[in-house]
């Protein structure tokens, strides 16, 4: 069971380039999420989606770009990357419910922004 | 903005000692899930408690939500290696929010 795939799994940036960080699953999930995890400060979310064609910032969303034209995938766009956004990023999906539902995720994409 | 802090941050014991780790907030909670993160991987669900009061046992792990639904506590039993890693916990506050808040996180160790 593949569950949340997420690619490239560690990436260097430079300062002011861009990437797509991509995040596909196969569960059939409604619920999307990209969080980004900085040592000692848990989880924090950057965006979410409720359904293709369906997203909305989360808690850090500023820097960051996501699209959900599938319900399969969800990629995270980092437009001009700046070092603080060197962080690990973790992609999540979560079956249709009340909100509840237990979050997959995947391995996390390591980030490093020089 | 809805915290749920944990303690205590890190934590380092020797096989087969009992620990708890304590999960708080100010605010009420629908229901809470604790997590497990293994270095390299992404976390992953133990159990949700959804009722005030509610005790859950997970083979050595206990988890019990408090009554007012603002706190929480895992508790391992003769801990073992198997058990180290990062634990979570994170708060749904209900209704059509479908975002959980999670806290910084336990740091737990269990040397041999």
């Known amino acids: 069971n593949a569950g949340v795939t997420q690619t490239p799994k560690f990436r260097i940036l430079k300062i002011g380039q861009s990437m797509t960080l991509q995040c596909t699953q196969d569960?059939?999930?409604?619920?999307m999420y990209w969080y980004r995890q900085d040592p000692g400060m848990g989880l924090k979310l950057i965006y979410y989606?409720?359904?293709?064609?369906?997203?909305d910032k989360g808690e850090v969303p500023n820097g960051y770009n996501v699209s959900r034209s599938t319900t399969e995938d969800f990629p995270l766009r980092l437009e001009l990357a700046a070092p603080s956004q060197t962080s690990v990023y973790f992609c999540?999906?979560?079956?249709?419910?009340?909100?509840?539902?237990?979050?997959?995720f995947g391995d996390g994409t390591r980030l490093s922004i020089l | 903005t809805q915290l749920l802090e944990q303690s205590p941050q890190f934590l380092s014991i020797q096989e087969g000692e009992n620990l708890t780790v304590y999960c708080n907030s100010s605010?009420?909670?629908?229901?809470l899930q604790w997590y497990r993160q293994e270095p390299g991987e992404g976390p992953v669900l133990l159990v949700t408690?959804?009722?005030?009061?509610e005790v859950k046992k997970l083979k050595r792990l206990t988890f019990q939500f408090g009554d007012a639904r603002k706190d929480s506590s895992l508790h391992i039993t003769a801990a073992q290696p198997g058990d180290t890693g990062l634990y979570l916990c994170?708060?749904?506050?209900?209704?059509?929010?479908?975002?959980?808040?999670f806290g910084k996180g336990t740091l737990l160790t269990v040397n041999p």
């Open positions: 989606s409720v359904g293709a064609g369906i997203t």
């Open positions: 605010s009420v909670f629908s229901s």
């Open positions: 994170a708060g749904f506050s209900g209704g059509s929010n479908y975002k959980l808040t």
């Open positions: 569960m059939n999930h409604n619920y």
């Open positions: 408690v959804v009722t005030g009061g």
């Open positions: 999540a999906s979560s079956p249709p419910g009340q909100g509840n539902q237990p979050q997959h």
